[in-house]
């Protein structure tokens, strides 16, 4: 019997190849997205246009290069992760396709994770041409692009932590409500510091206590946001970037695990 075991074991594919497998496929499903397309050349054009914006306003001109280049990279990425990510698992449950694929040696966890790698896997390749294109424009101004390092880093830690949201939304409600969750998130996320300003001045009760979860639960996303640090040259705390992207990894992370246990639970009958 044992001999049997292992010999169907040898059959089943692994864990790493299911997950790849299932990553490729969501890379070159989203590659496909004309919506991804557009919006990159629309961050690329605005990033291009930021010289001649600068020409026409008041200030340093490589600091407004820099600061419409990495809203660019920010706001358009955040577009993408929402866009393509809440029909990610949506589609597969809308087309039936989902049953086809977990009949297979194929763990739902593993379903999940290969989407999320998959979409994760496009937008950092989004965020390197977005940034490369930021980068030699600044080098042209004469100025070194290696202080916007951290900066495209943690948008790309940011990324994760909306690419999640997606994931969890769609794996129980449609694309349109789906969308409307993560950028109500994303933009929750970048206001938590409001929550906490709501709660000192909101009498206690319901209303303060449900400003202190806001403030508690959802990510905090300015944290992430060292946009005007790399763009002023303001020096951060020692360790504050590393702090950062372990703190939105790691939130990232808990909301992927929320999205394996709703998916988990869903019945397809």
Request: aromatic fraction near 8%.
């Amino acid at each position: 019997m044992s001999a049997r075991v292992g010999q169907a074991n040898l059959r089943a594919p692994g864990t790493a190849a299911v997950v790849f497998a299932i990553a490729h496929a969501t890379f070159r499903e989203a590659a496909r997205d004309r919506v991804l397309y557009l919006l990159l050349a629309f961050a690329l054009a605005v990033i291009g246009a930021a010289r001649f914006v600068a020409l026409l306003t008041v200030g340093s001109e490589v600091k407004i290069v820099k600061d419409l280049g990495l809203a660019a990279v920010s706001i358009c990425g955040a577009l993408v992760a929402v866009l393509v990510g809440v029909s990610l698992v949506y589609k597969e449950i809308e087309r039936r396709t989902v049953l086809t694929l977990l009949a297979q040696p194929v763990r739902r966890w593993q379903f999940m994770l290969g989407k999320y790698a998959g979409l994760l896997a496009v937008l950092l390749l989004n965020v390197i041409a977005m940034a490369s294109v930021l980068a030699a424009v600044v080098a042209w101004k004469g100025e070194s692009p290696w202080p916007l390092l951290p900066a495209v880093g943690l948008v790309a830690v940011e990324l994760a932590i909306v690419t999640s949201f997606a994931l969890l939304f769609s794996s129980f409600a449609n694309p349109i409500l789906a969308a409307v969750g993560t950028l109500t998130v994303y933009v929750a996320g970048h206001l938590s510091w409001s929550f906490e300003l709501l709660r000192s001045r909101v009498p206690a009760g319901p209303a303060r206590t449900a400003a202190r979860l806001a403030h508690v639960l959802l990510p905090n996303l300015d944290r992430l946001d060292i946009k005007a640090e790399a763009v002023h040259g303001i020096p951060l705390p020692e360790g504050y970037a590393c702090a950062a992207a372990l703190y939105g990894i790691g939130y990232a992370l808990v909301v992927f695990l929320l999205a394996c246990l709703v998916f988990e639970r869903r019945d397809f009958a």
